[in-house]
């Protein structure tokens, strides 16, 4: 993470940054109050809270395997599993807004490139038990312990694949109709952020979502949003500094929307 150009995106975000008196758009300001601004205590919070609290305790040392934004090449470290938990996991905030969008808007097809030790897909997957959470992994060691996380959380509806991104994402794609729900968090670089993103967007439809996390984590991260906003398929945008949110619904007109959160 390039730390002073996070610090200065972060300025920028504050002064920006808006609530529900600010946004002109019946969609978003639904949205905004029903989902981003929601307290309630949903039962799948605990649960889930529960197994990270035990990984944050887990001092296992793992070979974690990294793919290098998306390449063949691997480079390894050996790290323990509370490290790892503290280090990459989504934070209780931010994963439990992906619970409520898609508790809100029920997405049937859910597709996460990036599973960690799978809290953030357990937070998709909990939400609605109808749906189906394809998940990417390309590290063996830490895609075992999502694995047993899982069976944990009792959750039979996540569909857990091991591999490069690179490889896998077009395996998935061609055996789809079409993406609900798609949450990029597996690479933090500008190209293959938006090969995924490209590839992705052929099987996206009016009613799709797509989550970008960590865009503003480098220079090249905020370029890859900046063009996926430009992107003309893409209407609506919402950014919460953390994670940015895409919406391709045909009767709205574009609008950027920089939020509270």
Request: with cysteine; hydrophobic share 40%; charged share 25%.
């Amino acid at each position: 993470m390039d730390k002073l150009f996070f610090a200065i995106k972060y300025l920028n975000y504050r002064k920006l940054r808006t609530n529900a008196h600010g946004i002109h758009s019946p969609f978003v300001f639904d949205l905004y109050n029903k989902v981003f601004t929601n307290k309630t205590p949903f039962y799948a919070y605990s649960q889930i809270e529960n197994i990270r609290k035990e990984l944050l305790k887990n001092d296992t040392k793992i070979i974690r395997t990294d793919l290098g934004a998306g390449s063949s090449k691997k480079h390894s470290q050996v790290r323990s599993v509370k490290d790892i938990t503290s280090a990459a996991a989504k934070s209780p905030k931010h994963a439990q807004l992906l619970f409520r969008l898609v508790n809100f808007f029920q997405p049937q097809t859910i597709l996460e490139i990036g599973t960690s030790l799978g809290l953030s897909t357990m937070y998709l997957a909990i939400a609605n038990s109808k749906s189906e959470v394809m998940s990417i992994e390309g590290c063996p060691e830490t895609r075992k312990i999502a694995l047993k996380n899982f069976k944990e959380a009792g959750l039979t509806n996540i569909k857990s694949l091991e591999g490069n991104f690179n490889s896998v994402l077009p395996d998935i794609l061609s055996s789809v109709k079409k993406l609900d729900l798609v949450f990029f968090d597996g690479n933090h670089k500008k190209a293959p952020t938006l090969s995924y993103f490209l590839q992705c967007l052929e099987k996206a439809h009016n009613e799709s979502i797509f989550i970008f996390d960590d865009i503003y984590w480098s220079k090249e991260m905020a370029q890859a949003w900046s063009e996926i906003k430009a992107h003309p398929k893409v209407t609506v945008t919402i950014d919460i500094f953390q994670m940015g949110i895409v919406f391709f619904r045909a009767e709205q007109a574009k609008q950027h929307f920089v939020l509270t959160y």
